[in-house]
């Protein structure tokens, strides 16, 4: 609601609502679960995520810990998937991913051309907010490549939106049709 182009009576965003007039403007989501595993596994394939096995293992649901060792199955469709078959989509997922973690799980897996951000949630790992026993430092990942741990998450919001805006000027250059999911990391630490 925070956007003209959905309705917004006094904010202007004149950039965005290009964006949103040139491309495909959403107007309606349910969200599959409580809790960001199954709500993204929702979000991602269209599916409820007990289909998927990304339900977790609590009654109201659950999300998977850093240690799971699986994640999205590989025979679960997603948005970007659909949309590299549909029509060369370049696809990509900058920000929070919390599908998996082990290579095979990876986001580049399941039809993002590229993928950086964290892996699982920043809450779930040590980092300058939270400081757990035993626990391995955050990572940020490029595709599935770590190139910092521990992540800075005092500078990483406006690093996720750098890594968005870089792919969205590298598509259009390309004149390719482009789809981008960005998931900020920075519902469970304080702002």
């Known amino acids: 609601g925070d956007l003209s182009s959905y309705g917004h009576p006094t904010i202007r965003t004149p950039h965005l609502d290009r964006l949103a007039a040139e491309g495909m403007r959403f107007t309606q989501f349910y969200s599959g679960a409580s809790v960001c595993t199954p709500a993204r596994a929702a979000l991602l394939t269209g599916r409820h995520a007990v289909r998927s096995g990304c339900a977790g293992r609590w009654p109201t649901g659950g999300v998977f810990p850093k240690s799971a060792l699986g994640g999205l199955p590989d025979d679960e469709v997603t948005f970007a998937e659909a949309l590299r078959e549909l029509g060369g989509y ?78 969205v000027r590298d598509a259009h250059a390309a004149g390719a049709p482009w789809a981008l999911y960005l998931p900020f990391a920075h519902t469970h630490t304080p702002n």
């Open 90 to 167: 370049r696809t990509a997922l900058v920000g929070k991913w919390h599908l998996g973690q082990r290579p095979s799980r990876m986001p580049t897996r399941h039809g993002f051309d590229t993928f950086w951000g964290l892996p699982y949630s920043c809450d779930n790992g040590g980092s300058a907010w939270m400081s757990k026993a035993n626990w391995p430092p955050l990572p940020t990942l490029a595709n599935e490549t770590i190139v910092e741990q521990p992540t800075n998450l005092a500078t990483l919001t406006a690093r996720l939106a750098r890594e968005s805006a870089r792919f």
